[in-house]
């Protein structure tokens, strides 16, 4: 199975949130880093979790079984899920983290087969555990599965870390939003940090992802969940003068535009 990253178009209500935090971006992503040098998790990881995290030489053994692999993509395609993990169950068995993980995704996704997050994330768990060029998006979609709980107990703490190993692995999909949602307001064992949900919000709206967008502006808004009370190293009130100029920008823009029509109005919020 090849694993195809599917890109978020941009649509056309994000325009006007880039115009309102494009300032910001730039103060933000400036020296920043893909993570950062103060984890944000306040408890121990339990020692049964301690292995999944460690280095190690990377096992990539996907050119000796890709037509196992392909195989058992055409029998679930065709509908055929029993063969499909029966071929994928001799790979796992052989301790092919690839075959663990699309064993994984075949029990999370519930396409082929009954949904079943239990052994969706057991799988995952397996497909971390050995470094291969796999192990991030295991760790990703082994943290969604923390952070939804249900049948998979929640553990905020353990999602944290899996992000964190998600985007160490440059898995370039959502593991930083992922990661800015539990940092925003924190989580169990893990403090909040929204300064740091902030940065890594920056990060993927510079690539036009609408939710980062978003989630800038309510950051930055009257009231917003950037706390604006207590500015740390002078990052917020720089941020608010950025995303100042940015709203002067857009005014200047919109009265230069032909026949001089000011941009209409914002709704005023109304009180909670």
Known sequence: MQITPTATPVLPQARGLRLMASASLLVLLAGCAVTDTTPQAIA???ERYQAWFEDGQPRNFEWMHKQTVEKADEAAAAGNPREAIRLLTGLADQGFPQAHY???KLHDQGEATERDPGRAAEHYARAVRTPSYIRGHAALNLAKLYREGGAVERNDLLAYHLLRLAIEEEVERDERVMLAELLRDGGDGVSADPEQAARLYAIEAEQGKEEAL??????HAPGGWLDEARPRHGLRPTLRRGAAQARRGRRDRCHAAPGGTACPRRPARRPA
């Not at 978003?214 to 950051?219: K, P």
């Open 44 to 46: 121990p990881l339990p």
């Open 102 to 104: 699309e064993l994984g």
């Open 214 to 219: 978003r989630a800038l502006a309510e950051a």
